[in-house]
């Protein structure tokens, strides 16, 4: 169960990430290292799919041979050995240096994968047919297929090792974030490789010495299974990580400006282009993140400008529990509520202009966004409104809401070309 898993899911990960990539590939047709790791991708996502117990008697059939899906699948993991490898000494050495050694390293595979083939239809009783996971070790006891599968997993441990290092010194001086992460999850991933690949080692030995090393094959299966994916996400993460950081921190900000933009929304509900969804559906990601949290911030400034003429005079603004305080007094004195007097300010500066209304370029409204967002978790602090106050609010925005919800469904309902503003 556990083996039929993985499998699928190693080979869904693979064929999905060798998609991901292939339009930069079209764009960048002369970059062997991407060429190399659309290779590395796609065997990598064969190896797996091919070998899956509802196909491949069916492959084997088609051709003819029995468990030759074994051979196709160890020859897709020699091709993305040669192809990983290819990809790290492109990136770990000058273009000049790396084609050279690039070279070397894919005629030195291309030769094993040769013996490997040879080997396989002259190496007999190869013929013992069993589940994807059982073959090779119900095949293991013959000396000669003993011998082949040494010598195939040799191949594979060189190619890991060989991993392991430069993925290692690349991670050590990759400068960006998301990459270094990813090369530190490929050495992980050829690290668990490894630990596969001793693990045949030691059935295979176990195995000519005429004992049962059934049990170890779960740990085999694990071995190999995660590492191949925590490759594959190693060598993708550097693409779509920034991506997804970006988004999940548009989405924290989103809900932190939540209780601030409530408040100000219940007490001037014409802030709002549309109206809001029901609460807590509001707690979903929206579509327009980008969008929404833009219109989040203008209409939390929009809200504190409408409540300046209840705002107390002469006090300075300062920290953000400062504002959160000065913005709960002026909500309460909208809703009719006694205010309570103006709070006893520290003398700190106010807040920088590039935090306040610095929206112009993409620094300032994420300083903007900072900014509110502390201002918005000091205010989510402070006691709720009075009950009083709470009631005047009540009954007075009642109308403002019904008639800005109405005013946002007309222009929503408005013709693409008419002049409503």
């Not at 191949?228 to 809900?255: D, E, I, K, M, N």
Request: glycine fraction near 8%; charge should be positive.
């Amino acid at each position: 169960m556990i083996y039929d898993v993985l499998s699928h899911l190693c080979a869904l990960v693979g064929l999905a990430a060798f998609c991901y990539k292939l339009p930069e590939l079209l764009r960048r047709r002369g970059d062997p290292a991407l060429w190399a790791l659309e290779i590395y991708f796609l065997c990598s996502g064969i190896s797996f799919l091919i070998d899956l117990n509802w196909l491949r008697d069916d492959v084997s059939r088609l051709f003819g041979y029995p468990n030759l899906t074994t051979l196709l699948t160890q020859a897709a993991v020699v091709v993305l050995t040669a192809a990983q490898q290819v990809v790290l000494v492109h990136w770990s050495h000058p273009p000049e240096r790396a084609a050279v050694l690039a070279r070397r390293r894919v005629l030195a595979f291309s030769a094993a994968l040769a013996v490997l083939v040879v080997l396989f239809f002259v190496v007999e009783p190869y013929r013992q047919t069993a589940s994807a996971e059982g073959t090779l070790l119900s095949n293991m006891r013959d000396r000669d297929y003993a011998g082949y599968l040494l010598l195939y997993i040799t191949v594979c441990a060189v190619g890991q090792v060989g991993a392991v290092r430069l993925s290692y010194r690349y991670a050590r001086i990759a400068r960006r974030t998301w990459l270094r992460a990813g090369m530190w999850t490929v050495t992980a991933g050829a690290s668990l490789i490894l630990l596969y690949c001793a693990i045949r080692y030691t059935q295979i030995t176990g195995t000519q010495l005429g004992h049962d090393m059934s049990a170890w094959e779960p740990a085999y299966w694990l071995a190999g299974s995660v590492g191949a994916l925590l490759q594959v996400f190693g060598w993708t993460v550097p693409s779509w990580g920034p991506a997804l950081s970006g988004r999940l921190r548009g989405y924290r900000s989103y809900l932190r400006l939540r209780p601030l933009w409530w408040a100000l929304y219940e007490a001037v509900p014409a802030i709002a282009l549309e109206p809001p969804p029901r609460r807590p559906l509001d707690l979903l990601p929206p579509a327009g993140l980008d969008y929404r949290l833009h219109r989040r911030v203008i209409e939390i400034l929009d809200g504190c400008h409408a409540l300046g003429p209840h705002l107390p005079r002469g006090t300075e603004r300062g920290s953000p529990a400062d504002e959160a305080r000065l913005l709960r007094s002026a909500l309460d004195a909208r809703a009719g509520a006694p205010a309570d007097p103006p709070p006893s300010l520290p003398a700190a500066p106010p807040p920088p202009a590039e935090h306040r209304g610095g929206s112009g370029s993409s620094g300032g409204f994420a300083q903007e966004v900072a900014w509110l967002s502390e201002v918005a978790r000091a205010f989510a602090r402070l006691p709720a409104a009075r009950p009083a106050a709470s009631r005047a609010a009540a009954e007075r925005t009642a109308a403002e809401r019904a008639a800005s919800e109405q005013a946002a469904s007309e222009r929503a309902a408005a013709p693409r070309g008419s002049d409503h503003s």
